[in-house]
């Protein structure tokens, strides 16, 4: 067992699961590795069952029974890695929309710069370092950063990137019970909750790159929810741990 892990949540990834698991365990650093899969009709779950028998010692999966959005996906996984006593946990796309090479930057943030969350930041330093994407998503997604950071003051450039390492006291001391969205805003609500909590965040810069293979999950429903649920999440929260 490895001091981190690193969490990917899966729906149909069987275009890019094996790549992306290889990628993971190929750098410097030993990580472990927990998929997460709800159920995927494409068999994703067992080319990772497979792997299993190369990967016998860290790499893990967890099969749910049906997709119930990706904030439930993580929380899934983030309650796995606490009852394991891993020291860090990292949340990553499986699609290499997050480069695994960026994984040592994130677990270095925390590790060794002492931040209690670092996030791979796409709109760091006045950059747009996004790849692959058309005019029109850029501009949804760089207005929805803004918009959570001049609605909540929370001071965090890319509020809806999932490209995050955690120490484990940041998710001891947030109630995952009590996280309310589920689709992509499930980031915007765990960062704050973290802010809220006082804990040291860091942004680490990244590219990020459209998916190649696969088809992307993002949909109207996923943005109406981060951008018309902020304000309630602001005024409804409460400082509770238990």
């Not at 791979?120 to 998503?137: A, Q």
């Not at 450039?157 to 309310?180: H, M, P, Q, S, W």
């Amino acid at each position: 067992m490895n001091d981190t892990l690193v969490i990917i949540p899966t729906y149909n990834e069987k275009e890019n699961i094996e790549a992306i698991i290889r990628a993971t365990f190929s750098q410097e650093k030993a990580f472990d590795i927990l998929v997460v899969d709800d159920n995927s009709p494409d068999g994703t779950a067992k080319i990772v069952e497979k792997l299993q028998k190369e990967f016998s010692n860290n790499l893990f999966i967890e099969n749910r029974k049906e997709k119930q959005g990706l904030g439930i996906a993580y929380i899934h996984g983030f309650k796995y890695a606490l009852q394991k006593k891993y020291d860090y946990i990292i949340e990553m796309d499986a699609d290499f929309s997050h480069n695994p090479k960026d994984l040592i930057r994130l677990y270095n943030a925390c590790a060794i710069e002492n931040a209690d969350l670092s996030i791979g930041s796409r709109y760091l330093n006045g950059k747009i370092n996004v790849v692959n994407w058309d005019f029109k998503r850029i501009a949804l997604s760089v207005f929805a950063s803004k918009y959570v950071r001049f609605i909540t003051r929370i001071p965090v450039y890319d509020t809806t990137a999932g490209f995050i390492c955690y120490k484990r006291k940041v998710l001891e001391t947030i109630n995952l019970n009590t996280i309310k969205f589920v689709g992509y805003a499930f980031q915007i609500e765990m960062k704050f909750k973290a802010w809220k909590h006082q804990f040291k965040i860091k942004e680490v810069e990244v590219i990020f790159t459209d998916r190649i293979k696969g088809k992307s999950k993002l949909s109207g429903s996923v943005i109406s929810e981060a951008i018309f649920g902020v304000i309630k999440m602001k005024f409804g929260f409460k400082k509770n741990t238990k």
